[in-house]
């Protein structure tokens, strides 16, 4: 015994010495001195506070918000080892963010201060309600999850593709994703929300107006990850050097412009490839041409919240870009894949409550339950508190705390010490570069309630559908007419009516049509009138925000023996000067002989490589070779396909007779005659126009009915 305490009473001489600096109850604070080691949590966020648990007042409640507690608690909760439900299907991938435009203004958070700061990142995309090996093209929301590795610690923005969600508070996400996910009686349908619990609970739930009109429009099916938005969703905060705080919205832009696809084509998508988000950014990397989104922010004061026409503490409410503009401040490139899929994108770990010191939260309710679920996750899917050790998870800045054991433990302190205040040395928290919350003032009764706020459900859904072009408007109303004819029950079908025509009678009437109804039932009860007077936002519309360019697209070459050479490498070479790509397809994976007797190797067989993998195709054929084709069912579709989505389609004069067997008997604007290569220039500047929609328009059974409803000429 006394040997022993010898020696502790020499490692008491040895330890660092710290300024103990009492509370307001009288509880030690023990202050990090210059240059010494700083307490942070496990995700490398330093901590201003270690002795007391963030509450509203003095003696008011603990609150969710303080994720350095229930990390804490969580972590030790854990330390004995005992003996993933939605965006199951993801894909990640690694890259690097560089601040152009410094907050200093408004935030403390040197990821946002530091220009010119590189800052390390892996993002994951994924689906929401399919299960692993469900396909790429469900239509669903699509999550957009960025991990950013500062300096001071690791900050996780948990977004989607679409800026609003279905419900507004956080207890209600267990019954949203029950109702979403295949029935628990018959375990399908797997991946859809065509069915009788999804839309009999979004019936009974008017919050989902908004976000429904966004998962019935095309941003739901995109054409790929790297044509997609991204969207914080929620309003967070940006605190100062002062502790002056200021709303934030966050928003990803891909530089290549959005894009999606047709409901016939993502079908048919799902059959031919249904790894075909994955493969087309493996591709992208591999090719040397990652995609690239511009860091955006909306910000706002106390002042512009409380005269904006909604609650910003709703997240099924936008605020419309025409009324704070979302500026650029940074961007990032996703320019390296994952070593092993498992490892990293599979163990990824994403929580909301991973901000570091400068960014902070709103009240939003769904968000502080955000905050709460995210880590208890972890538990579930990593199988224990120490999934910070895994590589993909863990802080690339110093770390120091006292947490230890728990199941998989690939660190734990050294020494004797793991708790504080001590007197033997360690960490201690910092209050000059710790993390702060907002001195938000808090009042009022602790109450289960819903503020009237909130209580406009279908204004920004009528915003969102007028402020889209009117061939978006046809796919909502297709898209609502495709679910709810998969519902059984006619009471479903009927209520979701009711629900539309508070938000536009066109659109109700269109459904009704398209569903058989005969009468129209009476409008569903609204909290709040549905306000007529917002105006359209172009910046909610995917067609009205064309590019213009064909850069990052694919283009199909259908060739055959005989083909044109010259033509085959001016589209080539075309292709590459534009930055987009291209396969050759053929009715043989060796490729064809052409005119001059060169072997151009294909890529695709036809059977293998239909139209719908493709933006636009060329059928590249001669007399002989289009005269086989014609007898071919899988060539005939290729040609019909295209035609039927809207795909510009260049073509041989030798191509006429496949158009014919295919049933097209008068082309448009969009199929285009390549008689020699001079034609290629403006065949792929038409590309850049993606789609020719008024073909859809004259080719579909509803859209004449729908164009009626709408009082649309098109």
């Known amino acids: 015994m006394a040997g022993t305490l010898g020696k502790d009473l020499g490692a008491i001489s040895n330890a660092q010495t710290f300024e103990n600096r009492p509370g307001a109850a009288g509880e030690t604070h023990q202050i990090a001195p210059d240059g010494g080691e700083v307490l942070t949590t496990s995700q490398g966020v330093p901590v201003a506070d270690d002795q007391n648990t963030l509450r509203a007042g003095d003696r008011g409640p603990a609150l969710l918000e303080d994720f350095h507690f229930r990390e804490k608690i969580f972590h030790f909760d854990h330390e004995r080892i005992p003996e993933r439900v939605v965006h199951a299907r993801g894909y990640g991938v690694h890259g690097v963010f560089t601040l152009n435009e410094s907050l200093a203004e408004y935030t403390t958070a040197k990821v946002l201060t530091e220009v010119g700061e590189q800052t390390p990142m892996f993002v994951r995309f994924s689906t929401v309600a399919g299960a692993k090996g469900s396909f790429d093209l469900a239509r669903d929301v699509r999550g957009f999850a960025a991990k950013f590795y500062t300096k001071e610690g690791n900050w996780d923005l948990v977004g989607n593709n679409i800026p609003v969600f279905f419900i507004q508070d956080a207890i209600k996400f267990p019954d949203l994703v029950h109702a979403a996910k295949p029935a628990p009686d018959r375990e399908f349908p797997q991946a859809q929300t065509a069915h009788d619990n999804f839309w009999d609970f979004i019936t009974l739930t008017p919050e989902s107006m908004h976000m429904i009109m966004w998962t ?58 249904p790894d075909y988000h994955r493969r087309d950014l493996w591709d992208a990397i591999d090719l040397g041409n990652p995609p690239v989104w511009d860091l955006g922010v909306q910000l706002f004061d106390d002042a512009f919240a409380e005269r904006f026409e909604f609650d910003v503490l709703d997240p099924t409410k936008i605020i419309p870009e025409e009324q704070i503009p979302v500026r650029i401040i940074g961007s990032f490139a996703l320019d390296r894949r994952v070593d092993n899929f498992f490892a990293e994108t599979e163990q990824v770990a994403f929580c909301t409550q991973n901000v570091v010191p400068g960014i902070g939260f709103s009240n939003d309710p769904l968000l502080q339950g955000r905050n709460f679920s995210y880590l208890d996750t972890q538990l579930k899917r990593l199988g224990g508190p120490n999934f910070t050790h895994i590589p993909i998870n863990a802080p690339r800045c110093p770390m120091h705390h006292f947490q230890q054991d728990g199941h998989m433990a690939m660190r734990n302190p050294t020494g004797r010490v793991n708790y504080e205040p001590n007197t033997w040395g360690g960490p201690r928290e910092s209050p000059t ?229 295919a049933g097209i008997e008068q082309g448009d604007e969009g199929v285009i005659l390549l008689e020699t290569a001079d034609d290629v220039p403006e065949f792929l500047l038409a590309c850049g126009q993606l789609r020719q929609w008024d073909r859809e328009i004259k080719n579909d059974l509803d859209a004449e009915a729908f164009m009626e409803a709408q009082d649309v000429t098109y």
């Not at 914080?232 to 696809?261: D, E, Y």
């Not at 151009?600 to 084709?629: F, H, M, N, R, T």
């Open 433 to 661: 570069t710790g993390y702060k919350h907002f001195a938000e003032p808090v009042s009022g009764e602790k109450r289960q309630l819903r503020p009237e706020s909130f209580g406009d459900h279908y204004s920004q859904a009528r915003q969102f559908l007028i402020s889209q072009a009117p061939i978006e408007q046809k796919h909502i109303g297709d898209a609502l007419v495709f679910e709810l004819s998969k519902c059984e029950r006619v009471d479903i079908r009927q209520r979701m009516v009711a629900h539309l025509l508070n938000i536009d009678e066109a659109l109700a009437k269109a459904v009704a049509t398209g569903l058989g109804m005969k009468t129209l039932p009476e409008p569903a009860p609204a909290k709040q009138p549905t306000r007529m007077d917002l105006p359209p936002s172009d910046a909610l519309s995917i067609v009205k925000r064309i590019t213009g360019t064909f850069e990052g697209r694919k283009l199909g070459i259908l060739v055959t023996d005989g083909a044109p050479a010259a033509l085959v490498a001016a589209l080539i070479d075309r292709v590459k000067a534009l930055k987009a790509v291209y396969e050759i397809v053929a009715p043989h994976i060796a490729g064809a002989e052409l005119d001059d007797g060169t072997m151009v190797e294909a890529k695709q067989k036809i059977d293998g490589g239909p139209s719908v993998l493709y933006d636009a195709v060329a059928l590249v054929v001669s007399e002989a070779g289009a005269k086989k084709l014609a007898k071919d069912k899988t060539a005939l579709d290729f040609v019909n396909d295209a035609f039927a989505h809207g795909k510009f389609i260049g073509h041989t004069a030798a191509a006429k007779v496949l158009f014919q067997k």
């Open 216 to 273: 019935m429009s095309d941003r739901a099916i995109p054409r790929g990850f790297r044509f997609m938005e991204g969207f914080g969703v929620h309003t967070f905060r940006l605190i100062n050097a002062q502790g002056a705080s200021t709303f934030v919205k966050f928003h990803f832009k891909p530089r290549l412009g959005l894009q999606s696809v047709m409901w016939n084509e993502a079908v048919k998508i799902n059959g031919a490839d």
